[in-house]
T-cell receptor, first 114, second 115 residues
Framework: AQSVTQLDSHVSVSEGTPVLLRCNYSSSYSPSLFWYVQHPNKGLQLLLKYTSAATLVKGINGFEAEFKKSETSFHLTKPSAHMSDAAEYFCVVRENTGFQKLVFGTGTRLLVSP | GAVVSQHPSWVICKSGTSVKIECRSLDFQATTMFWYRQFPKQSLMLMATSNEGSKATYEQGVEKDKFLINHASLTLSTLTVTSAHPEDSSFYIC???????????FGPGTRLTVT
């Protein structure tokens, strides 16, 4: 079965400093990986996705992630945090068989201080 | 494009009553819809997968008689929580997809509070 592990439940940064949210995956097949963001009491917004094309994936709002097969990682980064980035971030792997189920990580709460 | 709506966005009901949540794909035909549940400060857990015109497939541990899912058309799926209890209070999120869910689009969620 496929799974993802988000290594940090909370990450705190200052506005203007880099953001790193860590995610490791486990998959028997070539995975499809996603990062979603969820603001309080809101639905999910897709930040970016990896589907076996370029290993460095650029997303919305300045976020990017790099797929590293040797490390089974898909870490999310942003060069400079903004106050509006404060939210919950989910790393997700998709089962590329059958009904294409999504398996969510436990989430990382990003806190941004002024 | 690819907009998914949910109705209602927030509902309060009394213990023992049933509540229905709608999930609609507004600008595309969704062959597959997924229902998730999210407890406060936790991740999303898949409850069930439904294909238009067929019975839903429930994840292990999800009571199919309690959480009734109907995917009656290519744009509408409903989740009915029957005989709701306070422990059913949660955030319910649907997603709609084409091609058995290859591309999934999420609704804004419905917060259910059972008193």
């Amino acid at each position: 079965a496929q799974s993802v592990t988000q290594l940090d439940s909370h990450v705190s940064v200052s506005e203007g400093t880099p953001v790193l949210l860590r995610c490791n995956y486990s998959s028997s097949y070539s995975p499809s990986l996603f990062w979603y963001v969820q603001h309080p009491n809101k639905g999910l917004q897709l930040l970016l996705k990896y589907t076996s094309a370029a290993t460095l994936v650029k997303g919305i709002n300045g976020f990017e992630a790099e797929f590293k097969k040797s490390e089974t990682s898909f870490h999310l980064t942003k060069p400079s945090a903004h106050m509006s980035d404060a939210a919950e971030y989910f790393c997700v792997v998709r089962e590329n068989t059958g009904f294409q189920k999504l398996v969510f990580g436990t989430g990382t709460r990003l806190l941004v201080s002024p | 494009g690819a907009v998914v709506s949910q109705h209602p966005s927030w509902v309060i009901c009394k213990s023992g009553t049933s509540v229905k949540i709608e999930c609609r794909s507004l600008d595309f035909q969704a062959t597959t819809m997924f229902w998730y549940r999210q407890f406060p400060k936790q991740s999303l857990m898949l409850m069930a997968t439904s294909n238009e015109g067929s019975k839903a497939t429930y994840e292990q541990g999800v009571e199919k008689d309690k959480f009734l899912i109907n995917h009656a058309s290519l744009t509408l799926s409903t989740l009915t929580v029957t005989s709701a209890h306070p422990e059913d209070s949660s955030f319910y999120i649907c997603s709609a997809g084409r091609d058995r869910g290859y591309e999934q689009y999420f609704g804004p969620g419905t917060r259910l509070t059972v008193t």
